[in-house]
């Protein structure tokens, strides 16, 4: 039998298995070569039309000039706590109320460096709004607010002390409430005298925080008693996230005081990476009775200052970086009502 053809046969599709390695390799080099330069072309692209990029921030810097002088650095508590924006050509100043130390001294930097000793004048509880008062002349215009909101898709703009921008977002939702979700993280049952008992500890809660243990009793909040479980939900569904409450609790027979702090019950909630996610927030995230969200980076001690639209007018005051690419801001129209009732409240109460 003659094994020539079977022989050429196999050599012919060995030759084949060859050339296709060979051009299949120089196929896969053109493509890398190609790849990595379109990599090189895009990442170039990417970084130079960054909407927050230098260029584009040098560009929109004329347009703070109106409120380039009315943005100030708030410390409480020895550490930057916020923004807060000059709202009263006397030295009154809006800020973020959840933010501040209590009891803490409170000072302010201005635009020019200069650092002034404040106190709290009014707050406002429902929209986490505190009224400065600076106890010094500023010489400062305050900040002009415009009540209308442009629509969805629009460019912002968020400054800092200096006049230079935080950052710029894009409008996302407009105006709608956040009811406020605040915990304690324990799970509450009645014990046999009917009074509210501990059942459970949420882990990394404020009541964990606070050392509160399974089976003990709570029978008083801020001082005023409660007895059963539903009597302490009520009380502390009255409290909004990253405000402190004081707890008489009852424990193998002893009365001991301590201090826990109201969290989010969405963060509670988190997975551990959602948390790295998200980054860094506020303490309170919720709780407004309206706010409109936009995409801007920011820290949370940045929250406080001014938003401004792409005509440099004041729609709003950011109040909660609430995730990675989610901060909410309470809207002009809002702002405004309460800040004239807090200026009419403080000026009253010196007439």
């Known amino acids: 039998m003659n094994s020539f053809p079977s022989a050429r046969r196999t050599a012919t599709g060995l030759f084949a298995i060859l050339l296709a390695t060979l051009v299949a390799t120089d196929t896969l080099h053109a493509q890398e070569s190609r790849t990595a330069e379109w990599l090189r072309q895009g ?3 990417k970084v130079s039309h960054r909407r927050d990029n230098g260029e584009m921030m040098q560009l929109v810097r004329p347009i703070l000039s109106a409120v380039e002088q009315s943005v100030v650095q708030v410390i409480s ?3 930057t706590a916020a923004l807060g924006t000059i709202v009263g050509a006397e030295g009154y100043v809006l800020t973020k109320r959840s933010e501040l130390s209590g009891g803490d001294p409170i000072r302010v930097r201005l635009y020019d460096g200069r650092l002034l000793p404040a106190r709290v004048a009014a707050v406002r509880r429902a929209n986490d709004l505190a009224l400065l008062k600076i106890d010094a002349d500023t010489h400062v215009k305050p900040a002009e607010f415009y009540p209308q909101l442009p629509p969805v898709g629009s460019f912002l703009i968020t400054t800092g002390r200096t006049g230079r921008p935080i950052g710029i977002g894009s409008l996302g939702v407009l105006e ?5 979700k605040g915990r304690l993280g324990v799970v509450l049952g009645n014990s ?3 009074r509210a008992r501990v059942q459970g500890v949420w882990p990394d809660s404020g009541a964990d925080e606070a050392g ?3 089976e003990d009793q709570i029978i008083a909040i801020n001082g005023r008693e409660v007895f059963t479980s539903d009597n302490v939900i009520t009380t502390l569904r009255g409290m909004f996230p990253g405000e402190s409450v004081q707890l008489t609790i009852v424990r193998a027979g002893s009365t001991m005081e301590m201090n826990a702090g109201i969290r989010e019950f969405g ?10 996610v998200n980054g860094p927030r506020n303490a309170r995230l919720s709780g407004f009775e309206r706010v409109f ?3 801007t980076l920011l820290d949370p001690d940045q929250c406080g200052g001014p938003v401004l639209d792409s005509s440099g007018r004041v729609i709003g005051l950011n109040i909660a970086r609430a995730g990675r690419v989610v901060s909410y801001a309470l809207p002009s129209s809002l702002v405004l009502p309460e800040l004239n009732s807090m200026l009419q409240e403080v000026r009253g109460s010196v007439e």
């Open 267 to 276: 963060v509670l909630q988190e997975s551990e990476n959602d948390s790295r």
């Open 176 to 180: 709608r409430r956040v009811d406020h």
């Open 192 to 194: 046999s005298n009917g």
């Open 293 to 295: 969200q936009h995409d």
């Open 43 to 45: 990442f170039s692209v």
């Open 212 to 214: 509160i243990e399974p």
């Open 77 to 79: 508590g020895g550490r």
